[in-house]
């Protein structure tokens, strides 16, 4: 059974840090190009990032191009987003989802983790 | 960036009715479109890709087409487990980007 497990969301001041992690298991991990999507509280959906399979590319929105950066372990089946410079306009669910792995070159998630919540205040 | 607008932003209809969601793309997007339910509290849950392939595991009332830049969504005999919100997602380029969502309710 394919799982992804977010943690590391937490209330944070602003201009301050955070890193997430997502766990991933039940599916070969390293195959798979990984995203982060947020849905900011009572919002819709919004990407925020995204990491081809060996990291070479990466993709981000230009709301969090410079302040955020995706990363991935895959001896650890683990996917990252550290955070810096966060905003009040951060806070949102974060979640952690699956590139489908075809067709290529299309990036949209079949598997999406229960998100975790980051809550931007001071 | 292309802007993804849907409508209507809620809609209320009653099991056994046929609902359509519509998501108009601001430039041509070649059939690169995604449509995702989601629940309250739960993460989203891929239906349809490349505008109208069916996720394994979606049921078949669940349908999606396209024509140009305007896409559309159908539940056919809408179910009580397919109240819920909906979002159109293009998967053409970078940065990805979602319609606003459409919220199916009780009515």
């Known amino acids: 059974e394919v799982q992804l497990v977010e943690s590391g969301g937490d209330l944070v001041q602003p201009g301050g840090s955070l890193r997430l992690s997502c766990a991933a298991s039940?599916?070969?991990?390293?195959?798979?190009?990984m995203g982060w999507v947020r849905q900011a509280p009572g919002k819709g959906l919004e990407w925020v990032s995204m990491i081809s399979v060996s990291t070479e590319t990466t993709n981000y929105a230009d709301s969090v191009k410079g302040r955020f950066s995706i990363s991935r372990d895959n001896s650890k089946n683990t996917l990252y987003l550290q955070m810096n410079s966060l905003r009040a306009e951060d806070t949102a669910t974060y979640y952690c989802?699956?590139?489908?792995?075809?067709?290529?070159?299309?990036?949209?998630?079949?598997?999406w983790g229960q998100g975790t919540l980051v809550t931007v205040s001071s | 960036d292309i802007q993804l607008t849907q409508s209507p932003s809620f809609l209320s209809a009653s099991v056994g009715d046929t609902v359509t969601i519509t998501c108009r793309a601001s430039?041509?997007?070649?059939?690169?479109l995604a449509w995702y339910q989601q629940k309250p509290g739960k993460a989203p849950n891929l239906l349809i890709f490349g505008a109208s392939t069916l996720q394994s595991g979606v049921p078949s009332r669940f349908s999606g087409s396209d024509s140009g830049t305007e896409f559309t969504l159908t539940i056919s005999s809408l179910q009580p487990e397919d109240f819920a919100t909906y979002y159109c997602?293009?998967?053409?380029?970078?940065?990805?980007?979602f319609g606003g969502g459409t919220k199916v309710e009780v009515k």
């Open positions: 989802a699956r590139k489908r792995v075809v067709p290529a070159g299309r990036n949209f998630f079949d598997y």
């Open positions: 039940g599916f070969t991990f390293s195959i798979y190009a």
């Open positions: 997602q293009q998967h053409d380029s970078f940065p990805l980007t």
């Open positions: 430039q041509g997007i070649s059939s690169s």
